[in-house]
């Protein structure tokens, strides 16, 4: 599992334009599902994006989780972040979860973190999804 986070301002997710996400303040988190993912992993996935110290503190050092300053969560499912793109200049998705697994372990995820945290939107598996954000400063990590 690869997962992209960045701290923003606020994010969306439309599809045929239809805004089926939004949050304020929080993260907006990129999920790349690989083969051997399974719900053990998908759960520490999500403890650490909920618990990752990426926000500002008073004195303006990164000590804050989203769980501190309770922002909200959106996990939008990018199959593209599994790419093998080590060599030439075409990528290769032999490194991605087949679309069943893949749409498993993202479901199963967005279920959980909604388990666990009060603000979760969630992109859809599959679509064609346009993603708005206004990155805050930009603070952006990549988990895997």
Sequence with gaps: MIALLQRV????????????????QGILALIGVQPED???????????I?????????QGKMNLSLVDCKGGLLLVPQFTLAANTRKGRR????????PKH???????MVDFARSRYKTVECGHFGADMQVQLINDGPVTFILD
């Design 9 to 24: 301002r606020q994010a969306s997710v439309t599809v045929d334009n239809d805004c089926m996400a939004r949050i304020d």
């Design 38 to 48: 399974d719900d053990a992993l998908l759960r520490h996935f999500v403890s650490r």
């Design 50 to 58: 909920l618990n990752y110290r990426m926000f500002s503190d008073v």
């Design 91 to 98: 990528p290769s998705f032999t490194s991605a979860a087949t």
């Design 102 to 108: 893949g749409e498993a372990i993202f479901d199963a």
